[in-house]
T-cell receptor, first 111, second 109 residues
Framework: DAGITQSPRHKVTETGTPVTLRCHQTENHRYMYWYRQDPGHGLRLIHYSYGVKDTDKGEVSDGYSVSRSKTEDFLLTLESATSSQTSVYFC??????????FGPGTRLTVL | GIQVEQSPPDLILQEGANSTLRCNFS?????LQWFHQNPWGQLINLFY???GTKQNGRLSATTVATERYSLLYISSSQTTDSGVYFCAGEPSGTYKYIFGTGTRLKVLA
């Protein structure tokens, strides 16, 4: 598996505060993804990146922004967190073999 | 957009039983994968299977790309097989993977 870490692993925050989640990979994979997982919805794509400074929106991008200044890091930012953004967030990477690998996830609670 | 349907949504088995999980796509996808999410939430790669058949121990998978479905076979199930099984695919050239809502499997000792 790709060496993927996510930080923090757990976070509790209040409505209206900014939150940044970090994904770090050690495999030099070109593609990186942020998903959210909610009961009854499976995993839904928020944003993805196809290279440094190259990003695009996914299915549920409203309220989220991303940045990728280095190959190994992909940041997900909630500018003003809302209770509807309480979820488990997964980062994934994809290398030349077209197979996705997932990080351990971040559990975010917005009160 | 493309819809992904997984069946059955829930499955309870006795240890040692066999099962077949199905994943249907409403349109063609690339890079089909199967994942297992264990009870601790970790997503584990099972198969990368855009077409054909693969086997890994007690698990095997078959994808018939022309008919837009994939099957995951679990034989001689064990309690450690419990969790949720997801399939995912990429509509051609989009890099935007779509996941099914999963099959929740519980294996009883």
């Amino acid at each position: 598996d790709a060496g993927i870490t996510q930080s923090p692993r757990h976070k509790v925050t209040e409505t209206g505060t900014p939150v940044t989640l970090r994904c770090h990979q050690t495999e030099n994979h070109r593609y990186m993804y942020w998903y959210r997982q909610d009961p009854g919805h499976g995993l839904r794509l928020i944003h993805y990146s196809y290279g440094v400074k190259d990003t695009d929106k996914g299915e549920v991008s409203d309220g989220y922004s991303v940045s990728r200044s280095k190959t190994e890091d992909f940041l997900l930012t909630l500018e003003s967190a809302t209770s509807s953004q309480t979820s488990v967030y997964f980062c994934a990477t994809q290398g030349g073999g077209n197979e996705q690998f997932f990080g351990p996830g971040t559990r975010l609670t917005v009160l | 957009g493309i819809q992904v349907e997984q069946s059955p949504p829930d499955l309870i088995l006795q240890e040692g039983a066999n099962s077949t999980l199905r994943c249907n796509f409403s349109d063609s996808v690339n890079n089909l994968q199967w994942f297992h999410q264990n009870p601790w939430g970790q997503l584990i790669n099972l198969f990368y299977i855009p077409s054909g058949t693969k086997q890994n121990g007690r698990l095997s998978a078959t994808t018939v790309a022309t008919e837009r479905y994939s099957l995951l076979y679990i034989s001689s199930s064990q309690t450690t097989d419990s969790g949720v099984y997801f399939c995912a695919g990429e509509p051609s050239g989009t890099y935007k993977y779509i996941f099914g809502t999963g099959t929740r499997l519980k294996v009883l000792a």
